[in-house]
């Protein structure tokens, strides 16, 4: 049997330490002949981050023996990680495990070099501060996960199911898990990316005197607006504007804009009944094919997609 073994540490979520044990945890005779040898592993004393004290039969040092080693989640992403831990998942990836973390757990395999010059990705929230943190990872927050053969990673709390569902599917085939998908009441695979639970907006920092221009153009989404427009209203020059806008934001005008507009037309996509072409209109987005072809780019999935899944009046 394909052994499986789960990391246990001191204040990992539950919600993401359940969701190995919920796939990988329970024998499937209905669905595969055989399944995971499972493991759950800790040091001695460990409680999770609402106080449970796991029944882990098995010590970190198990980790190396497994042929997947499962990494939930860490307690503070700025800490430090634990060093056991650190170092039983370098050993175990070192002994040829597979290594798989769910949402923060990437942190740990950061800290451990198994993330260095690969593609990676965390919860939304927090790749800027791995991407700081380990520049030399390629994070990637608009994915629900990435296989990269030996590690894999998934974004936040759910796409974690997303990512073992994928396990299962690579090691016991898609009918697998498509039954298991259906037992668990979720889809054997999800549409789009990470992209879609994020606000395209860019967050404004330091930008007072941007303040009244950023609160002038969201009021005017429908229009036409321009960098020269916005120029005038600012009474700068275009290019004192984009050195300004840029500074405060990140981003360029139009960038920011754009951003601003998929925002609102997310908006109106959950809590109208609007047709895609009105909604086009209002949120400045021009036709419906251009208004699509930006909502997908920045989104990951089409406007009729994004409504079926998040609207209002069909939750």
Known sequence: MHRLAVAVTEGVPIFELSIPCEV????????????????LCAAPGTRTAAGFAPDARYGLDELARADTVVIPACANVLADQPADLVEAVRAAHAGGARIVSLCTGAFVLA????????RATTHWMHARQLAELHPEVRVDASVLYIDDGDILTSAGTAAGLDLCLHVVRSDHGAAVAR????????????????????????????????????DWAR???????????????????????????????GTTP???????RIDYARELLETTSLPVDRIADHAGLGSPANFRHHF????????????RAFSSSTN
Request: proline share 7%.
């Open 219 to 249: 009021e005017r989404l429908h229009e036409p607006l321009t960098v020269a427009a916005l120029a005038r209203r600012a009474n700068v020059t275009p290019r004192t504007l984009i050195r300004r806008f840029h500074a405060a934001t």
């Open 179 to 214: 039954a298991l998908a259906k037992r668990l009441v979720m889809p054997a695979h999800r549409p789009g990316g990470q992209a879609q639970y994020i606000d395209a907006g860019v967050a404004v920092h330091a930008a007072d005197e941007l303040g009244p221009l950023l």
């Open 24 to 39: 990988f945890g329970y024998e499937r005779p209905g669905l595969a002949r055989t399944w995971y040898d499972f493991r």
């Open 254 to 260: 139009m960038a920011w804009l754009r951003g601003i």
């Open 296 to 307: 997908t780019r920045a989104v990951g999935v089409p406007p009729t997609a994004y409504r």
């Open 111 to 118: 800290a451990a070099g198994l993330l260095d010059g690969r």
